[in-house]
Structure formats: C-alpha cells, structure tokens
C-alpha cells in the first residue's frame, strides 16, 4: 500500500467555508503550480490539519458548472479518492441540500463519509456562483464506515469573459481516525489538483456543456 494513497484518502468533496474563497490568509503558502491549477495551503487555527485554496480556470459557462456538481451520479468520475455521492434532501427552489459523501480506503482501513448540508447562491450584481456547507449531525454512518467529524469547504464560481470561469475551490477536513497530521499536511495538494485536473476533462463533454440549471443566469456578454 502506498503511504500517498492512504494519506489523500480523506481530501474528498470539500463544499463548505473555511476562509473567504477570494481571500488569502496572511500564512497562505503555494505548494503546487502545474497544468493551469494553482494549490495554496493554510494554517486552521485550533486544528494540526492545514487548510487548501485551489484556483483554475476552465472554458464553460456556470450552467454547465453547476450542472456537473449538481450531478452526484458523476461525482466519482472527478471527485478524487471519492466513490459516492448520496442525495439525501435537495430543495431546488432554495437550492439547499443534503449530501453523503464516501471516500475509498484501501484494506484494511475504513472508508470514511460524511454528510454535509449546504447552498447555491449566486450574486445577482457580478452573476459569481457560491456553493458552501458543513458537515451537520443526525445521520449514523453505514455499517463498516468510519465518520469524518469534519468537512468544511466551498467552491466559487467567477465568469472572466470569453467563455471562461475562474474556479476557486477551497477546503479542510477532519478523516478521523489516526492519520499523522505531519504527512497529511505535507501532501494537501492531491485532493484539490486531481479534482480539478479532472473536472477540466468531463465539463468538457457535450452533456454537461448543454446543461441548464433554472436558477443560474450568465452575464450578458456570454
């Protein structure tokens, strides 16, 4: 078993604020730069796990974005190490949810999950998508799984013209168990870089490019 894989297990669907998207903590350091994808990591205070901001930007529209995170059934073909994505409540007209995110773990350690609530918004003035949440109590873990006591992250969306949006995914999480926070802090990138290397790839095809979601306008000069 490779100590890389056991150790970026846990960076799974970080969809809920942990700083401000378009911030940067005064401690904020680079740790990775390659192919278009910027990964920054951050202390968390009252936490040894350090937090991410990762940065891209991908050619689509934000239709085609949020239609691609709003589809769990996809979720596994991007979201590094995640094996499912469960809708658990979903209200479209306030564009809150309720999600079970599992993360694979090789034998003979536990697969984690979590279950996070959250939101869509989106700034009528700069038309920049939003989606954060948390983790929230009340749903037992599947038999066999150990539960993630926290995940915290959110994703922002920003249109920058010529049919392109910048995406800002930051993160931070807890997987429980006894993983050394050292190691996993030296190895923060691997979650947010694969994903989003990936997300490049399938927001490309022509179902996701076509997608439309009822309640996210796109500014006029798109």
Do not use: C
């Not at 658990?88 to 694979?104: A, Y």
């Not at 536990?110 to 954060?132: L, W």
């Amino acid at each position: 078993m490779k100590l890389l894989t056991l150790l970026t297990m846990f960076w799974l669907t970080m969809i809920g604020a942990t700083a401000n998207a378009g911030g940067r903590p005064a401690d904020m350091k680079l740790v990775l730069n390659k192919d278009g994808i910027r990964v920054w990591s951050y202390e968390v205070p009252g936490s040894p796990l350090h937090g991410f901001k990762a940065v891209t930007t991908v050619s689509s529209n934000l239709n085609s974005i949020v239609g691609l995170i709003a589809d769990t059934e996809a979720a596994s073909r991007w979201l590094y190490r995640t094996s499912e994505v469960e809708t658990l409540k979903r209200n479209d007209e306030s564009m809150s949810f309720v999600i079970r995110v599992v993360t694979d773990f090789p034998w003979p350690f536990k697969d984690r999950e979590a279950v996070v609530a959250g939101r869509i918004i989106q700034d009528p003035q700069t038309m920049v998508v939003r989606i954060d949440s948390n983790t929230v109590g009340g749903y037992a873990p599947r038999t066999g799984n150990l539960n993630m006591p926290v995940v915290q992250g959110s994703w922002l969306f920003k249109p920058v013209g010529n049919g392109k949006v910048e995406i800002t995914m930051t993160g931070h999480a807890d997987p429980g168990g006894n993983l050394p926070a050292s190691l996993v802090n030296l190895l923060i990138q691997e979650h947010p870089y694969n994903s989003l290397k990936a997300l490049k790839s399938v927001i490309a095809e022509p179902r996701f490019q076509t997608a439309r979601v009822a309640s996210i306008r796109e500014p006029l000069y798109q």
